[in-house]
């Protein structure tokens, strides 16, 4: 009976976006007007794996998880559609809860134009949040995969990095000497990142060779998109653009600070590859969005990434990999 | 490092069927063709809140939990597309767990024409399989909603009614005195549901005004047909089309046959309204799909849910609904 209350609250708070939807909720399933190609991803996280309730407000979690999945299509430069969202509510969450969480997702939704069109809410031992999207194109050559990167092009990346890896680190009670507004930024980079919808539309349209949202932080992507793309990537670390603070909060914590910027996880930047022709137009397009875009690196023959330190190539760097570790934060 | 092993093991075993996929895995986000309409939900099945490990394999809970989302695109009559599978695995789950799970799901998936398109693994404190699905239709007039009965319709239902209940209690322990086949039946019916995606669309196609997947058991379905239609719709309690051994199960239990085939959730028949006009087109629809069809009731001027039972209007019956109780079976 909880869950029937719960769901009609939940059912009251979402609204309908655009001309797309036909009928949404209270059926057995969303009805919705396509445009020719759909992205579609699902992306879950998991209290204590993912999050820590300690450190993350339900409406965190709420935002959070939509973001993550909004960010692949942001990645893909596909117009974002709707949203489905499975609630697993433990014991321990008030209905008050599953409402914070849907109403923060809610907010993002209105802000990126999307409709949260179907769900499910179920008891469980954790919180566990599943979001599946699709998003919309005309025809598959609108969207840039991971696979498109070849030899001559550039690297860049949107944005700023190690933000959110540093908000966690902050949250984890890493004592970094910096001003108040500054770690406050950084903490909510990381409860509240933003996924990169205008500028993945801008940066396909104006070219992009191949794309990936930086999600794992940018060493672990960049190897996504040279494994896919059959290419050899290089990323120069002493090019990366460090969010204020994070160079604080590394030498707090005793790490490189491009260490930190490189693993970072969910930062949800866009790491983008173009011929370099396109190099005026993508960095066009990307201060159209609201963004910047950064040069870090270039594509070359044969295959893998390279990460390229300010003491020549970094062969001890493999560790600066898969920073988004499988652990709170 | 145990995630990446199973995602590529995962990524080996499904496949992409029909001419919609233009890619699938190991991008952000999948890429298909659209046909004008999609039709979209999600669903989440967590153990032991609707499943328990001691009385389902992995591989059934795959088949499950796929089986219920596609069993949404059936009760809107939708042609069923594409799943995209979220697991998340305990630390006693194994990978071969993993890919029990997902192996099951994907030969559901090959009989039904569906491609698993993408996904997400994580860690978290209990098994929780998420399957959003996306099914397509040229126009939604070819679609059957729940509000869609009207007076002078009448109700009909799928199949069989009853029997994953039956399993469920006989693998709580009920002990009924059947033939062995007749058990086994039942406990198959509970762990590996068919949806009924033939009928659905056949049903659709003949005529149908209102459609359900019958998931909470008809009771409570038939109910929100009749919110949803603002319609008044009876059932008759002694017409329901029992599976073999329900009654028996039924008995054994200490309660009445046509309570637990009310009551009885998971049986993923499909519940229809239609005009009195079509009754044998519909009728022959649910048969040329390999289904057939059991007239149980209809719709009347005002607004509710009535059970009939053979004592007359059963009043003391609202316990029948909700009765796929939130518990493990």
Redesign the interface.
């Known amino acids: 009976v909880r869950?029937l209350a719960l769901i009609e609250a939940l059912e009251r708070l979402v609204r309908s976006r655009g001309e797309r939807i036909?009928?949404s909720l209270?059926?057995?399933?969303?009805?919705?007007?396509?445009?020719?190609?759909?992205?579609?991803?699902?992306?879950?996280?998991?209290?204590?794996?993912?999050f820590s309730l300690e450190t993350h407000s339900a409406a965190d979690v709420g935002h959070k998880a939509l973001a993550a999945a909004l960010s692949?299509?942001a990645?893909?430069g596909?117009e974002p559609g709707?949203a489905?969202?499975?609630?697993?509510l433990p014991p321990s969450a008030t209905d008050d809860d599953g409402v914070a969480i849907m109403a923060a997702a809610e907010a993002l939704a209105e802000r990126a134009g999307v409709t949260i069109?179907?769900?499910?809410v179920?008891?469980?031992?954790?919180l566990?949040v599943?979001v599946?999207?699709?998003?919309?194109?005309d025809e598959?050559g609108d969207?840039v995969?991971?696979?498109g990167a070849r030899a001559g092009d550039l690297v860049g990346v949107t944005g700023e990095l190690g933000g959110s890896e540093g908000g966690r680190r902050l949250l984890e009670g890493v004592e970094a000497v910096l001003p108040g507004e500054i770690a406050e930024a950084l903490v909510r980079r990381h409860r509240r990142p933003e996924p990169r919808l205008a500028a993945g539309a801008a940066l396909a349209r104006a070219g992009a060779s191949a794309m990936?949202?930086v999600s794992d932080g940018v060493a672990t992507d960049a190897r996504h998109v040279a494994e896919?793309s059959a290419a050899a990537v290089t990323v120069e670390l002493d090019r990366l653009p460090l969010a204020p603070g994070v160079e604080e909060v590394a030498r707090a914590a005793g790490e490189r600070p491009d260490a930190l910027g490189a693993a970072g996880g969910e930062d949800f930047e866009l790491l983008v590859c173009a011929a370099r022709d396109r190099r005026e137009s993508l960095e066009r397009a990307a201060a159209e969005a609201g963004s910047t875009l950064t040069w870090i690196g270039e594509v070359g023959p044969g295959r893998g990434l390279t990460l390229s330190g300010p003491g020549g190539e970094a062969r001890g760097l493999a560790g600066f990999e898969h920073g988004r570790a499988?652990r709170p934060g």
Chains 1, 2 share one sequence.
Not at 84 to 88: D, F, P, Q
Not at 117 to 120: L, M, N, V
């Open positions: 869950e036909v009928c209270g059926d057995d399933a969303a009805v919705v007007r396509a445009r020719p190609i759909a992205v579609a991803s699902l992306d879950t996280v998991v209290e204590g794996v993912h692949d299509l990645g893909m596909a709707e489905y969202v499975g609630l697993v069109a179907g769900g499910d179920s008891e469980g031992p954790a566990v599943t599946a999207v699709t998003g919309w194109a598959p969207l995969g991971r696979d990936i949202d896919r499988r």
